[in-house]
């Protein structure tokens, strides 16, 4: 389980292109999102490194969180 922050995620829309550039790397990912805080949970098998790339690739840069912001 990684987490993410990502400073242009603002709605829905962004979130649902998130989860697409997840899921193009690895179809069985799973996205949740807290949008006022702006940061993701990504379950996937790939690595932190490939995930950060897929999200710039998306459009989204991300930063990654050692731990979540609760």
């Known amino acids: 389980m ?3 922050h990502i400073p242009g995620m603002n709605c829905g829309g962004c979130l649902r292109a998130i989860t697409r550039a997840v899921q193009a790397l690895d179809p069985q990912a799973r996205v949740e999102a807290d949008l006022e805080a702006r940061t993701i949970r990504v379950i996937s098998s ?13 459009g989204y840069p991300a930063q990654p969180l050692v731990h979540p912001v609760a």
């Open 2 to 4: 990684r987490f993410f």
């Open 46 to 58: 790939e690595s932190e490194a490939s995930l950060l790339n897929a999200l710039s690739n998306g």
